[in-house]
């Protein structure tokens, strides 16, 4: 067995700052910082309490807002802020593993069709409770992907139609259909 690593109460409070204050410090500079690997400093945040880290983090966030914006305002604030990103993390989430579900569909690796169709059930349903959270606080699911991206006039989607239009057009004559869309 090996001995017993010895660390000092200051270590600890210093681990701690950064664990629950610094969201930009990698748990692994923590980990040099106490001279543990990673399973150690799994054992020892367990014994010391820690809660998982995103936890410390939003509580420490939502403690920092409270000060700053003046109490139960702030602090109310700061949580419908939390939520509303936590949402917007969480719809990502599972979008990306309903993705990763369809891919493995395409490509045939997907396996035993009922566990699928029970995956992505369990996905809507998520995506389903992330939608909901994100209208009761008023702000809508896809805002965040769609903020970067410049709003279209009516002439360019007018545009976009004809342009497509004119393909599906081309492909049904290429065919040796007469193009006509029925």
């Known amino acids: 067995m090996y001995p017993r690593k010895e660390i000092s109460s200051e270590q600890q409070q210093k681990a701690w700052e950064l664990y629950a204050c610094e969201p930009r410090k990698h748990l692994a500079d923590i980990q040099e910082l106490l001279g ?24 420490n966030a939502l403690s920092k807002a409270a000060k700053d914006e003046g109490g139960v305002a702030g602090l ?26 369809m891919d493995e569909q395409r490509t045939g690796h997907a396996g035993d069709h009922d566990k699928t169709a029970r995956r992505l059930a369990s996905y809507a349903k998520t995506l389903a409770a992330a939608r909901a959270l994100l209208e009761q606080e008023g702000s809508p ?42």
């Not at 109310?76 to 579900?101: E, F, G, K, V």
């Not at 769609?146 to 342009?163: M, N, T, V, Y």
């Open 36 to 59: 543990v690997a990673p399973s150690t400093f799994v054992r020892l945040r367990q014994r010391w309490g820690w809660p998982p880290r995103h936890a410390a983090l939003a509580q």
């Open 76 to 101: 109310a604030t700061a949580a419908a802020a939390s939520l509303s990103d936590a949402a917007r993390a969480l719809a990502q989430a599972t979008r990306a593993q309903i993705n990763a579900l």
């Open 141 to 182: 699911l896809d805002d965040a992907e769609h903020q970067h991206k410049p709003r279209r006039s009516l002439h360019e989607l007018r545009d976009e139609l004809a342009h497509h239009l004119d393909r599906v057009i081309a492909e049904e004559e290429a065919r040796g259909r007469d193009g006509l869309l029925v």
